[in-house]
């Protein structure tokens, strides 16, 4: 039988952990797996259990939202060996279970998806000395795209819902930014970057998956400059909406590393959480030093 840990988030999902947990774990343990829980208490309890206990074990896995993902990864990368990895997703955003195409806050067919899956290789972002699992990103609307109601993001598209929120409020922060990736360099007023390895961007917008290799050692650079104007504004929206991304004020591109450059501290999300405020940040991929199975 593989040893399986199981990270426990029990806050995630509104503890929606524990319906049909009993059937997962014996599902698990059918297909081959004898599971051990160890459930979290605070922020960064996820990383530092893999990180004591993650070597002894040929699988580690979550239930959680991509935060308590995100903690996970972190301590695998600490690990000289680092066993594969499992996912159940147990949140709301849930931007790495809609790229995997995971069933969400359902723990039996998460677990019945473990058994059944199998290992692919899966780039790890890296943040200064922090690392990502899906995104690092900046702009006035980061905080607003894991806040805003689900429904109104599928109704919509959450990047033309906050556009066009944006727009007719009038409430603009745009950053003048220097990015240099692995194309050259790029200077402008931005509204909003990130770098990631998602086909789901933040909610913000949804790439291709032609687009976006998972283990390919390149990540996604997205930058929106600053419409400037309304019309320039539903332009972007037509863009996304229709995802053609071909406005000339959205740039999808493809890279290593990424650095930016501000002219003061800017606020910053990693994996949706609050990645603190930086002025010059380094960005990169770690190309494939995690299995991930699904």
């Excluded at 070597?55 to 972190?74: H, N, P, Q, R």
């Excluded at 995997?100 to 890296?126: E, W």
């Excluded at 980061?142 to 109601?149: D, L």
Aim: net charge negative.
């Amino acid at each position: 039988m593989k040893k399986l840990m199981l990270i426990v988030n029990p806050a995630a999902g509104r503890g929606g952990y524990k319906y049909n947990l009993p059937d997962a774990l014996r599902t698990l343990d059918q297909g081959g797996y004898r599971t051990t829980l160890f459930f979290t208490s605070a922020s960064g309890d996820a990383t530092a259990l893999v990180r004591t206990y993650g070597e002894d074990y040929d699988v580690v896995a979550c239930i959680g939202g991509d935060g308590t993902l995100s903690e996970v990864i972190g301590g695998l990368m600490s690990l000289k060996a680092p066993p594969m990895l499992g996912y159940f997703p147990m949140g709301t955003a849930n931007d790495v279970a809609t790229t995997l195409g995971l069933p969400k806050n359902d723990s039996l067919a998460a677990a019945q998806r473990l058994v059944s899956g199998s290992p692919h290789p899966f780039d790890v972002g890296g943040f200064g000395n922090a690392y990502f699992a899906y995104i690092a990103a900046f702009g006035a609307f980061t905080e607003v795209s894991y806040s805003t109601p689900q429904d109104q993001k599928r109704a919509l598209g959450h990047l033309a819902y906050v556009l066009q929120g944006a727009a007719a409020l009038g409430k603009i922060e745009t950053y003048h930014t220097v990015v240099e990736y692995d194309g050259g360099v790029i200077e402008d007023d931005l509204l909003y970057g990130s770098l990631s390895n998602s086909t789901s961007v933040a909610g913000i917008v949804r790439l291709n998956e032609k687009l976006v290799g998972l283990g390919d050692g390149m990540s996604e650079l997205v930058l929106v400059k600053d419409p400037k104007t309304v019309t320039g504004f539903g332009e972007i929206v037509e863009s996304v909406l229709s995802q053609r991304f071909d406005s000339d004020k959205l740039l999808i591109l493809h890279t290593k590393k990424a650095k930016f450059h501000f002219e003061k501290p800017v606020p910053w999300t990693r994996d949706g959480e609050a990645g603190g405020w930086h002025k010059d940040v380094e960005l990169c991929n770690y190309a494939a030093p995690i299995a991930f199975i699904f």
